[in-house]
């Protein structure tokens, strides 16, 4: 079955990095891309972006253009989400989605990291 | 920017009929995908492409498309239902992006 892990809770101050990993397994990793979608607390769905499994193409939300990398690592079927510059409204629960395509569905999520940055 | 607009909450009794609907500001629409949210929980798909549905979701759910707006049907709802509910599309307008509406909290009386 299609499974997406997710590390563990992260937190950081303000002005560091975080990177959070994805691992897929029970599917072809590089037949699909990953989308990552944020949600701050007791707030809507946030798209981040998107990374194509298959050849490393990204597409990221104008909104955080210059701040967030996406990543994958074929050999293990892990894809990584690294945002720095961290401020206080980075502060959300973090999740993997697996999507053909940027827009296509995503079928199967992973369980959400919480990120929480603060002083 | 390009925006998906729903309504903020929904409530039905038990057995009753809910419709969220999701309206884009702009022309062309592009297909659109609703995800269920139960608390502490991650988001589900329940309708991809306007009216499609996944294996495993239950056929009260629904999905149609008129304009530039869409809508989630849920017949016969279910204590189960209880959930916020996010529709999803594309800006294809410049930087071909995702963007999400900002939920309806459907709550079943």
């Known amino acids: 079955q299609v499974q997406l892990v997710q590390s563990g809770a992260e937190v950081k101050k303000p002005g560091a990095s975080v990177k959070v990993s994805c691992k897929a397994s029970?599917?072809?990793?590089?037949?699909?891309?990953i989308s990552w979608v944020r949600q701050a607390p007791g707030q809507g769905l946030e798209w981040m972006g998107w990374?194509?499994?298959?050849?490393?193409?990204?597409n990221y939300a104008q909104k955080l253009q210059g701040r967030v990398t996406m990543t994958t690592d074929t050999s293990t079927s892990t894809a990584y989400m690294e945002l720095r510059s961290l401020r206080s409204d980075d502060t959300a629960v973090y999740y993997c989605?697996?999507?053909?395509?940027?827009?296509?569905?995503?079928?199967?999520w992973g369980q959400g990291t919480l990120v929480t940055v603060s002083s | 920017s390009y925006e998906l607009t729903q309504p903020p909450s929904v409530s039905v009794s038990p057995g009753q009929t809910a419709r969220i609907t999701c309206s884009a500001d702009a022309l062309p629409k592009q297909y659109a995908y609703w995800y269920q949210q139960k608390p502490g929980q991650a988001p589900v798909l329940v309708i991809y492409k306007d009216s499609e549905r996944p294996s495993g979701i239950p056929e009260r759910f629904s999905g149609s498309s008129s304009g530039t707006t869409v809508t989630l049907t849920i017949s016969g709802v279910q204590a189960e239902d209880e959930a916020d509910y996010y529709c999803q599309s594309a800006d294809s307008s410049g930087t071909y992006s995702v963007v999400f509406g900002g939920g309806t909290k459907l709550t079943v009386l």
């Open positions: 989605a697996r999507a053909r395509d940027i827009v296509e569905s995503k079928d199967y």
């Open positions: 990374i194509s499994a298959y050849n490393g193409n990204t």
């Open positions: 029970g599917y072809t990793f590089t037949s699909y891309g």
